[in-house]
């Protein structure tokens, strides 16, 4: 069994996401840690990219300010290969596909699992050019986590049969941020996922509120969370460690009876 | 596993968001059932030739060819086109489309503002919404274009987030599609991003170098040895070139813009400096850092100023088909002005990247060679940005 599998076999999975660096990577490392003594099941960590074309600006701004602080991808390997030590919460990365085929796609996914990486989320890379990146991460038993979209329609069960740890429901259209409605049905999606693959899956993109992540959990497997998270690191600063430990743990608490 | 589709060699691909796929999917199949649809191609044409003013001239430029003292100089006047450049083509193309498919609304990106100036047209003309992204630099630079597409019945956003410039302005058109597919159309300006635009954008642009075939064999009896045209995402390049890359004995040459060098930061020759990657939804050339982050630009030329070039000019390189050089902004000022004071004719500053490299290779050739530069558009929007280059203080 993956060890992303193991995150979804403690109730409903809370799924929080950081993008590393942002102020820098000491803070970053307080929050993956507050993260994980908080309940987090899996965490996922941002590797900045210059121009992310999925983020809303919540995002787009810690990608600014994590490049702004130096932050390179050597560093970000480095870090999470020292944190590996304290924090056993599985993770993935989350990034560009630049980022990952410029390093150089076999040595970046080597590293990754060198490091103790357990998957990747790439978000421009649809069902169409997984070939390119799925094969490697085969080969160094990285899970590669497919997207699916509100407009997927017909696609949603092919997608869901190549899914490797979890699919990634996206909940609504747009980029990701704080929505304070999502309208989609997500369950008529996680039903059509479920037909065609028994691997979890875990629904993100605008989710906030405790209330919002009971609602979405009945239904998935797990819920991620990133730009009211980020909102917090960019509020708190250097000082964001506690207060997103405490929001962990409430987002977590609100779907742990499901 | 499905296949990769709309590559060119390694380059070209589908690098997009899971949310728009199904929206790329739906353009492919109307624009394969449409570009072989008679009664489109027709209604087409009669938009080129009664509202766009085509065929455009194939001029000979004696005067600078005389003074060159080289190879016969013609110029290919996308310039008289109705909104000054190339760009209508390919917009009306587009609207079109969109309209069969029953879209209702048009978002497009702009650097300088012609691709913006030329959607705005076509919505206008064809009554649909339309929403223009621009980089905030950019609005700032070309306040003229945002009144004018203003003037069209358009809304222009100004785009703040990266460098404020022209990739900024793609992310966000991305983004503002991601969010509202099932009415919109996003009409992308250039032969970039994922399949199917580069091939969409270079059918409609194609016009230009079946013209020049046509009028060449009609003046000179004969293909040119040479044909130039400037290059930033490619498109008024690649439709100079599409129709000659079989004919092998005839030189294809992009005109990249070096800005202030290229052994500078500030530069946006892609092809000269940059190296392989993956964004805006292709595989091509981009000028990047070691980690694979897209490198601030820069060159005189707005239109000119994109970080990558599109998958087709990436490959037409790579197999040793198409040349291409560098151009700083020294050089496209002087010919900017050369052309003005010679042939009486005002080129855009980006146009101006093709002519300079034409002034540099001319000389050099027999008199019994012939080449074609295409002047993309009219220089119009750049003569406020080129008298302060100058030193003189001017603004529109």
């Not at chain 1, 309208?183 to 693959?197: F, H, K, L, Q, S």
């Amino acid at each position: 069994m993956s060890n992303i599998a193991r995150a979804f076999e403690n109730g409903k999975a809370f799924i929080p996401f950081i993008t590393c660096g942002d102020p820098d990577l000491e803070t970053t490392a307080e929050i993956v840690k507050a993260m994980s003594e908080n309940g987090a099941d899996l965490i996922e960590l941002g590797i900045p990219f210059s121009d992310p074309t999925a983020e809303g600006p919540v995002i787009q701004e810690a990608n600014i300010r994590a490049l702004a602080g130096g932050v390179t991808t050597d560093k970000i390997f480095e870090f999470v290969r020292k944190l590996r030590n304290e924090v056993k919460t599985p993770m993935v990365f989350m990034t560009y596909a630049n980022v990952v085929f410029s390093y150089g796609s076999e040595k970046f996914i080597s590293t990754c699992a060198d490091i103790g990486i357990d998957g990747l989320i790439l978000p421009d890379i649809p069902l169409e050019e997984r070939g390119e990146f799925a094969p490697i991460c085969k080969k160094y038993g990285l899970d590669l986590i497919p997207l699916v979209a509100p407009t997927s329609a017909d696609r949603i069960a092919m997608i869901a049969k190549e899914s490797d740890g979890f699919t990634y429901v996206v909940s609504s259209l747009g980029v990701t941020g704080v929505r304070s409605e999502i309208t989609t049905d997500i369950g008529a999606m996680v039903r059509i996922i479920r037909e065609n693959t028994r691997k979890p899956c875990a629904v993100g993109f605008g989710i906030s509120t405790p209330q919002q992540a009971r609602d979405m959990a009945q239904c998935a497997d797990g819920v991620i969370v990133g730009s009211a998270i980020v909102k917090l690191a960019a509020q708190f600063g250097k000082d964001a460690a506690k207060p997103i430990g405490e929001y962990v743990r409430s987002m977590k608490q609100a779907i742990a009876d499901l | 596993m499905i296949k990769s589709k709309g590559r060119f060699g390694v380059h070209g691909g589908q690098y997009i968001p899971e949310t728009l796929m199904n929206a790329v999917i739906e353009l492919e199949s109307a624009y394969n059932f449409y570009k072989n649809d008679p009664a489109f191609n027709k209604e087409l044409e009669t938009l080129f030739n009664e509202y766009a003013g085509r065929p455009s001239l194939l001029y000979y430029a004696e005067k600078m060819t005389k003074d060159l003292g080289g190879a016969k100089i013609y110029l290919k006047r996308e310039d008289l086109n109705h909104t000054g450049a190339h760009k209508i083509n390919n917009v009306l193309g587009q609207a079109l489309l969109a309209k069969k498919m029953g879209k209702t609304r048009l978002i497009a990106e702009t650097g300088a503002g012609q691709h913006g100036v030329a959607t705005a047209t076509a919505a206008a003309l064809m009554g649909m919404e339309c929403v223009v992204f621009m980089g905030e630099e950019d609005t700032k630079r070309q306040a003229l274009n945002v009144y004018k597409m203003r003037l069209l019945g358009a809304e222009v956003v100004p785009v703040k987030s990266g460098t404020a410039t022209l990739k900024d302005a793609v992310s966000e058109a991305m983004r503002e599609w991601t969010s509202r597919i099932s009415d919109t159309h996003y009409c992308l300006g250039s032969v970039m991003g994922p399949h199917p635009f580069p091939t969409i954008v270079r059918d409609f642009q194609a016009v230009i170098s079946k013209e020049i075939k046509e009028q060449m064999l009609k003046k000179e009896g004969r293909l040119p040895d040479a044909v130039l045209a400037c290059v930033g995402g490619g498109s008024n390049a690649i439709g100079s070139f599409y129709h000659f890359i079989n004919d092998k004995e005839v030189r294809l040459i992009g005109c990249e813009a070096a800005g202030r060098g290229i052994d500078t930061f500030e530069t946006a020759a892609t092809i000269n400096t940059g190296r392989l990657g993956i964004f805006h939804g292709m595989k091509s050339y981009f000028c990047q850092d070691k980690y694979g982050q897209i490198a601030p630009v820069y060159s005189i030329s707005a239109g000119l100023d994109y970080p990558g070039v599109g998958p087709e000019h990436a490959y037409l390189y790579d197999i040793g088909r198409a040349e291409y050089v560098a151009i700083t902004d020294d050089e496209a000022v002087n010919a900017f002005e050369y052309l003005s004071k010679t042939e009486g004719i005002i080129p855009a500053i980006e146009s101006a990247h093709a002519l300079a490299y034409a002034m540099k290779t001319a000389p050099q050739m027999d008199e019994e060679k012939i080449i074609v530069v295409t002047l993309s558009g009219r220089g119009d929007k750049d003569c406020a940005a080129i008298a302060r280059y100058r030193g003189e203080d001017i603004y529109e």
